[in-house]
């Protein structure tokens, strides 16, 4: 108020001066204006001046405190005044710490004691002071730990009736008074809580029934309950199933379902109060009346009935029961499947362990056992049983006992008529109690029809040569004396004549015919007919007979003299007939000179079948025994081979000729009418040696016809020729080495007076394999069988070079022969043109020996011009000297070949090399 006065006294007293100095008035006096921007230091007018004005330290401020210059600073936990947020000096709020009892706090988290009343801390239980009032202050505030914080803060001893709920406790209140809501375990009063209350008959603690008290705290029937909380146990014997009891039948006695302690006893099921036990059939557990019991289900037919009692035929054991039949007890039971009366044996139909013997029926118990007669199986008495129905006339008879002249063997019975007990039966023909063929009735009592006379022209005449014979005769004749006879059908099978050549010159003819719808595979065969021989019997050297087949005009379409060389001087031949077709076996004597006593003729027929391994000549070409197509017989039987193009004979004609040979070729042709000939191109790119070959009828063999073979050079000038039948039966071939170029080959019939109906013509450049161990112009390395030259032991069809520049060398060589097969071993020129077979320079010797180095052949100028050749596999007739250059065994054979000088050319060079080639097959 003083301040505003004398702002007023002064605002009048300058009025009165302005007014009185209007004209020049005095400068105002300055205006004092106080300044309050440092709330610790403000400055007051005074006299109109600033004077300033500091607060006292600890006066609070904007950010803080006052501090004794004058300055506000933050105030701390530590200053001693009371500032920000503090409840009281340096306590109390967020940031301070806890204030102390009668110090000031907003609530009890500003306290020590966490009680704030009045806005005054107070002390509490837990505080870790033991106050007045309080019985215990551990320091905390957990309850349960032995000090516990009860009503109004106080501190009592943890436990029931503190009136503190603690730990495990639901309740408390305060006392140990039962039924008031908090029972004295400080749960709430209820059924299950352990205290037995006045409305209760038990309390087990718990609310479950069936363990003696109720969920309402009852007694349960069977128990009895006694203490806190209720311990409750059933008192066997009560007639009352309670708690662990599984029965109760008022009498503590075992054995009779229900044990001693109340438990059911094993193999009864017990019902009721009091219970009633009774067995339980089909549990497994044998009990009380029970016979046995088995696994379950309970079941009549396994040895233990339905009731457990003892089926018949059985015996029981065990638990549970095993039960097994009794196998001899006469009573059919179980798996058995049959049981007759003891003891029980084999042998009687039903076996020592009741199953039905073989062959034998069963019926009854005991068991009735009788052999079936009929069901292949020889049994009992029976002295055959074959294959139903049981009959008579197959050997064994309706009533299973082996029929006069049979014998039968295996289950079921396999009879066979005995040929030779002078017993016909079955399919037999005869049987003339012996069982030697060619005497009517053969060994496997077929009739064998005998020759009569005449069966050829009728004229024995003598001097024919080799097996031509010369009693078929064109007129007709030997094909009607034949028919007579009585003519070989296939359509009736396999057939045996026995015949003679009764004088010499002596010649028979047989006619075959095949009226079935297809061609057929006929085997015809010789057999010696002299004692302790027969079909299948080789005729040796005893007897020399030859067969040709002819047609019915008298050509030869097949023949063969020895079937096995040497060893079978009886003729065997296979060919191909077919439907509707005859023709004339004509067979004839070694030298058309000589009488035969007896001599059997087999014929066999069977099916042609591509792949099995038999050729049959005239309807096969070849048969590898397969059916690939790709190896060099076909899967229809036919030499995989070019096919000749007509017209061909001449030079000029085979120059344009699509088929041109380069090597190795097969070429498939026919000369198809006399006086033809076929010539075909070669064009060798590099020197080789060179095997032209002819075969006819059938792949490596010739039958029936005989070629020649021309080679000519490039301009169709002769070069080489053979007609001297070089290589199979009548057929040619050339061996010979020839420069690159261009030659010809031409094929004809000898004679070309006759047409062929289908020849091959085989081109081969065999390999060479190497040349000869022993070195170039020296001699004694390889002239035993021990140091021979092995290049060529595996070789099939090679050659080698073999050199002989010292006049008395010995080269030997050593070859493999495989099983059945024979060896073609043939010397031509070396790699000197000036030596050649035709000019006598070239003259050896070709050696053929054993594994022991014994001789088998040898030959001197057999092969082209003075060069030697040894061919074992040339057909026999037209090359016996060399039939045992072959392997006659089933097993390979080693053999050796030595070349050696000629010794028919003394007075012409002994020094030349040579080309060895061989071909085994």
């Known amino acids: 108020m003083l301040f505003f006065s004398s702002m007023r006294v002064w605002g009048v007293v300058g009025a009165v001066l302005i007014s009185a100095f209007a004209c020049s008035p005095p400068p105002p006096p300055p205006m004092c204006t106080p300044d309050t921007s440092n709330a610790c230091a403000p400055k007051d007018c005074v006299d109109n001046q600033l004077v300033e004005r500091r607060l006292d330290a600890g006066t609070a401020c904007a950010t803080g405190l006052c501090d004794g210059a004058g300055t506000c600073a933050p105030s701390t936990c530590t200053d001693g005044f ?7 000096v340096d306590c109390g709020g967020p940031a301070c710490g806890k204030c102390a009892e009668g110090k000031q706090c907003l609530g009890g988290s500003d306290c020590v004691g966490q009680v704030c009343v009045a806005g005054h801390c107070q002390s509490r239980c837990g505080d870790g002071v033991r106050h007045m009032g309080e019985a215990c202050d551990d320091g905390n505030g957990i309850n349960g730990d032995g000090c516990d914080d009860g009503p109004l803060g106080t501190c009592r001893p943890t436990g029931c009736g503190n009136g503190v709920r603690a730990g495990a406790e639901a309740c408390d209140d305060g006392n140990a008074i039962d039924g008031d809501g ?65 029965c109760d039948d008022g009498a503590r006695v075992s054995g009779d379902g229900c044990s001693m302690n109340c438990t059911r006893e094993a193999g009864w099921s017990c019902l009721g109060n009091p219970s009633v036990c009774m067995t339980t059939c089909g549990d497994g557990v044998r009990a009380g009346m029970e016979a046995c019991d088995d696994a379950p289900p309970a079941e009549a037919g396994d040895g233990c ?78 002295q055959c049983d074959d294959a139903p129905p049981a009959e008579n006339g197959d050997g064994c008879s309706s009533t299973c006992t082996r029929e006069t002249g049979w014998t039968c063997m295996g289950m079921p019975s396999t009879c066979a008529t005995t040929c030779g007990d002078g017993t016909t039966a079955g399919t037999e023909q005869c049987d003339d109690n012996n069982v030697q063929s060619l005497d009517g009735c053969s060994a496997t009592c077929r009739n064998e029809p005998m020759e009569f006379e005449p069966n050829d022209d009728g004229v024995p005449n003598t001097g024919a040569f080799g097996i031509g014979g010369n009693d078929f005769d064109v007129g007709g004749v030997a094909v009607a004396n034949a028919t007579a006879q009585g003519v070989i059908d296939a359509i009736g099978g396999d057939a ?73 001087r009886c003729p065997g031949i296979t060919f191909a007939l077919l439907p509707n077709r005859s023709v004339y076996l004509h067979v004839v004597e070694g030298g058309d000179d000589q009488a035969v006593t007896k001599y059997g003729l087999e014929v066999r027929f069977s099916e042609i079948v591509c792949g099995n391994g038999v050729l049959t000549p005239g309807a096969e070409e070849c048969d590898d025994g397969n059916t690939v197509d790709s190896d060099s017989c076909s899967n229809a039987c036919r030499i995989i081979a070019v096919d000749e193009l007509e017209v061909n004979d001449s030079v000029a004609l085979a120059n344009a000729s699509p088929v041109q040979l380069t090597g190795d070729t097969k070429v498939r042709a026919a000369i198809a009418l006399p006086g033809d000939v076929d010539v075909y191109r070669l064009t060798l790119a590099a020197e080789a040696l060179v095997r032209f070959e002819t075969f006819i009828g059938t792949y490596g063999d010739c039958t029936a016809a005989t070629t020649t073979l021309r080679l ?21 071939l050339l061996l010979v080495p020839l420069p690159a170029g261009t030659y010809f080959i031409q094929v004809e019939e000898t004679g070309n007076n006759a047409a062929i109906e289908r020849y091959f013509l085989d081109v081969a450049l065999p390999p060479t394999a190497g040349v000869e161990t022993e070195a170039a112009a020296t001699m004694g390395q390889n002239d035993t069988v021990a140091t021979a030259t092995p290049v060529l032991l595996s070789a099939l ?125």
């Open 712 to 732: 000519l050079d490039s301009g169709g000038a002769p070069v080489l020729v053979d007609s001297a039948s070089s290589g199979q039966g009548g057929c040619s």
């Open 797 to 921: 069809d090679a050659w080698a070079l073999g050199d002989h520049m010292q006049e008395n060398d010995v080269d030997v060589w050593s070859i493999t022969v495989p099983a059945l097969s024979g060896v073609r071993a043939e010397i031509v020129e070396g790699d000197r043109a000036v030596e050649t077979c035709e000019s006598n320079d070239l003259d050896a010797t070709l050696w053929l020996l054993d594994a022991m180095g014994n001789t088998i052949a040898t030959d001197d100028d057999a092969g082209r011009g003075y060069c030697p050749r040894i061919d074992g596999l040339r057909s026999p007739s037209s090359a016996a000297v060399f039939s045992l250059a072959r392997n006659h065994t089933t097993a390979p054979v080693t053999m050796y070949l030595r070349v050696t000088r000629s010794p028919s050319g003394l007075l012409t060079p002994a020094q030349f090399i040579y080309r060895l080639q061989v071909t085994v097959r």
């Open 496 to 568: 045996v004549r026995v015949a003679a050549i009764g004088v010499a010159g002596d010649e028979d003819v047989f006619a075959v015919t095949n009226t079935t719808s297809t061609a057929k595979s006929v085997r015809v065969d010789v057999w010696n007919g002299a004692l302790g021989f027969g079909p299948g019997r080789a005729c040796g050297s005893s007897i020399d007979l030859g067969l040709t087949i002819r047609s019915a005009t008298g050509a030869a379409l097949a023949d063969n003299n020895d079937r096995n060389g040497s060893a079978d």
């Open 82 to 88: 009371r500032a920000g947020m503090e409840t009281d």
């Open 305 to 382: 009935s339905a009731t457990c009692t003892l089926e018949t035929g059985w015996m029981c054991m065990g638990v549970p029961s095993t039960c097994t039949t009794t196998c001899g007890d006469g009573v059919v039971a179980g798996a058995e499947q049959c049981d007759d009366a003891p003891p029980a044996e084999n042998g009687d139909g039903c076996s020592s362990t009741c199953t039905r013997e073989s062959g034998w029926n069963c019926s009854g118990s005991p068991s009735t056992c009788m052999t079936q007669c009929g069901d292949g199986i020889v049994a009992g008495l029976e």
């Open 182 to 246: 908090c029972d004295s375990n400080c749960t709430p009063t209820s059924c299950g809580n352990g205290h037995v209350t006045s409305l209760e008959m038990c309390d087990d603690d718990d609310t479950d029934s069936g363990d003696g008290c109720s969920a309402t705290c009852r007694i349960e029937p069977g128990f009895t309950c006694t203490g806190e909380p209720s311990a409750c146990v059933t008192t066997c014997g009560d007639s009352y199933t309670a708690g662990g009891e599984t």
